[in-house]
Nanobody
Framework: QVQLVESGGGLVQPGGSLRLSCAAS????????MDWYRQAPGKERELVAT???????NYADSVKGRFTISRDNAKKTMYLQMNSLITEDTAVYYC???????????????WGKGTLVTVSS
């Protein structure tokens, strides 16, 4: 099986920074696209940022210029550097990865359990 574990969440003041990590482990042949999602209280889960296996990135308009997604393929880990945080960034942040467990298998989506980010003074 494949496990994704997020870390790095916590309480931060407006204007502060946090760095989230998402570590993948288990039966992994290849990790394709990886994403960060978030879900604020009372709202639907939304896509925050995406990074392909080749390193191409895409961001939600609400975080462009403030968040940076990256990955270390050798470590099977993805990161989200979050700067200039605002209260509206408060949410549970989830990572998702498209993982192939064998060369002949198609990629499947795997999710982490989330890490809470609270932006408050």
């Amino acid at each position: 099986q494949v496990q994704l574990v997020e870390s790095g969440g916590g309480l931060v003041q407006p204007g502060g920074s946090l760095r989230l990590s998402c570590a993948a482990s288990g039966l992994i042949f290849r990790i394709d696209a990886m994403d960060w999602y978030r879900q604020a209280p009372g709202k639907e889960r939304e896509l925050v940022a995406t990074i392909t296996s080749g390193g191409s990135t895409n961001y939600a308009d609400s975080v462009k210029g403030r968040f940076t997604i990256s990955r270390d393929n050798a470590k099977k880990t993805m990161y989200l550097q979050m700067n200039s945080l605002i209260t509206e960034d408060t949410a549970v942040y989830y990572c998702k990865a498209v993982v192939r467990t064998a060369p002949s298998r198609s990629g499947m989506d795997y999710w982490g359990k989330g890490t809470l980010v609270t932006v408050s003074s």
